[in-house]
């Protein structure tokens, strides 16, 4: 019986030609609406999606013949992941087809924004001949800083190289030995912004990226930096460019992507400041891309329908184990204790160890170590992280992963622990499930607490003395923040102890700076774990 896929978004030719070449039947859905794709959908055994559809868990469970579904492009938000994963549907998507265009766009901005381009552009548009007014600056030999290197950084690294620039990069993931094999320098953000010429951006939009590129930021950096985002809307404080234009400290910004889109007609002043270059979300917008992403995913879909092996799954070992009740808590106590290593570990990471304690199965121990190293990931990769990539991307950051010695006779039924390197000394950090299956931290760096995995947290080391919490408290009071609950390890009365506290609010990054100053306080930070 002939296959068939159904195509509910405008995709490149291609998807058709390579769809008809394997003798399956391509239907064409994109002037479908959702009446019709809800009668319809059960007919076909693969769906192809760029990111106008979004396939919901009701789609899915009318979708009784689907075996697949691929996503023309990189993200997969707009397919329910947890829906396919039980009904044991595959979900494919095409991470690397936008890479070039990406670092291409980039490049281009940058040059528009040194030389000048579009103004000049305009001025000789409106009948001027004006060179004065349009004098630039040589790439060659200025310093550019990369915030975030994964494919699309790396890419903009290998360009800017080849025009003499010297690169250096700061990423939470990527050793120094993996950089320096590129050429880049790694370095601390404080470190791009004291040193660059050229700052591009290329990380996901997390609480710690959010207005990364600020007020404070631009004010710390070289007057008359350039800035460059073609990765997320949110990562540059929009607000704060337009005084950092006028004073100068800002010497000009290329900007793709916007915290609100289309930009609101409050950032007008922004967009037309003749030192703002700015485009509207192209920068995976050629041909190229387009061709390379639908190939990609179209490709992919034809080997699973065919049922061969495919490289690009993002749920594939999720599907496997779906029908396996026993292995989602451990899967999921895993992932976030990843994820809380990724945020608390001190300096950069060169090698994680996962080890399990007790009960925890044997059988599970390749996977928990794939949904631990997940989650680590997670808090600072800049591209889709998943069960089946997450082992490539460690491999290609330089870090080294590994399943430590399984031992028995744990002060609970079973604990799943993680143990970082890093250039600030070893991270250990423990987690258990409860008679419920709810996992808890109940142990960081040998300090004995316990912790839901769930919420927002500040956590502290401090001295063990009296008035410690109560300063501070006061603190918290003062920004109008909420206590939910609070947890103390320690060792010993009157030595260092890790006091962690719930918070029902995002507390302030000068609250913070407060916190770090109170004597006796030390290694301040959040712990989030929100949806």
């Known amino acids: 019986m002939t296959q068939r896929v159904l195509l509910t978004d405008s995709v490149h030719p291609v998807c058709y030609e390579l769809l008809a070449e394997a003798g399956m039947d391509a239907v064409d859905g994109s002037n479908w609406d959702h009446e019709t794709i809800s009668a319809e959908c059960s007919g076909f055994d693969a769906w192809i999606v760029r990111s106008g559809t979004t396939i919901t868990a009701e789609w899915i469970e009318q979708a009784t013949n689907l075996k ?21 549907i595959l979900v494919l998507n095409a991470p690397a087809g936008n890479t070039l265009s990406t670092a291409e766009h980039t490049m281009a901005l940058m040059m528009s924004v040194v030389r000048n381009v579009p103004a000049a552009v305009a001025s000789m548009k409106s009948g001027a001949w004006n060179r004065k007014a349009f004098m630039g600056t040589e790439l060659f030999g200025k310093t550019l800083g990369i915030v975030g290197l994964g ?19 700061s990423d939470p993931v990527m050793t120094s030995e993996a950089a320096e094999r590129l050429g880049i320098e790694l370095v601390d953000v404080d470190d791009i912004f004291a040193r660059a010429d050229v700052i591009t951006v290329h990380t996901p939009l997390v609480s710690s990226t959010k207005n990364l590129i600020n007020a404070e930021s631009l004010a710390r950096c070289k007057e008359g930096v350039v800035v460059l985002n073609c990765a997320r809307g949110g990562i540059v404080d929009e607000s704060a460019l337009v005084p950092a234009l006028e004073s ?33 979300h ?26 061969e092996p495919v490289l690009t799954a993002v749920n594939a070992m999720a599907v496997r184990l779906a029908a396996q009740a026993e292995v989602k808590p451990y899967l999921v106590l895993a992932e976030r204790l990843g994820r809380a290593a990724g945020q608390l570990a001190p300096g950069r990471c060169s090698s994680i160890q996962v080890r399990c304690d007790g009960e925890v199965p044997r059988k599970y121990m390749d996977v928990i170590r794939v949904a631990a190293l997940k989650g680590f990931l997670q808090t600072g990769w800049n591209e889709p ?3 089946v990539n997450a082992p490539v991307i460690a491999e290609e950051a330089g870090i080294a992963v590994d399943v430590g010695t399984f031992r028995v006779g744990t002060s609970h039924n079973n604990m ?4 970082l390197g890093t250039d600030g000394g070893s991270f250990v950090i423990d987690g258990t499930l409860f008679s419920d299956d709810e996992g808890r931290i109940v142990s960081i760096d040998g300090f004995p607490l316990e912790i839901h995995l769930e919420g927002r947290m500040l956590l502290y080391r401090n001295h063990d003395r ?31 102890a890790l006091t962690v506290i719930a918070v029902d609010d995002a507390i302030p990054a000068d609250t913070l700076d407060a916190v770090s100053r109170i004597e006796g306080v030390h290694r301040v930070s959040m712990l989030e774990f929100m949806p």
């Open 466 to 496: 009296p008035g410690m919490l109560a300063a501070v408290g006061a603190l918290l009071a003062d920004s109008h923040v909420n206590i939910g609950a609070m947890a103390l390890g320690r060792n010993a009365p009157g030595e260092e």
């Open 151 to 169: 494919k699309i950084g790396k890419e903009v690294a290998a360009r800017s190289q080849a025009f003499g620039m010297e690169v250096i990069g």
């Open 248 to 280: 100068g400290q800002l010497g000009g910004i290329g900007m793709d992507v916007y915290s609100s889109e289309p930009p609101p007609e409050s950032l007008r002043e922004l967009i037309d400041h003749p030192r703002f270059v700015c485009t509207p």
């Open 282 to 307: 192209i920068a995976a917008s050629t041909e190229e891309a387009q061709e390379k992403v639908a190939r990609q995913v179209t490709e992919q879909v034809i080997r699973a329908l065919t049922e």
């Open 385 to 387: 992280v998943n069960l």
């Open 68 to 88: 697949v579904v691929g996503r023309a492009g990189v993200g997969v938000d707009n397919v329910d992941l947890d829906a396919a994963t039980k009904r044991g």
């Open 416 to 419: 799943i622990e993680l143990e």
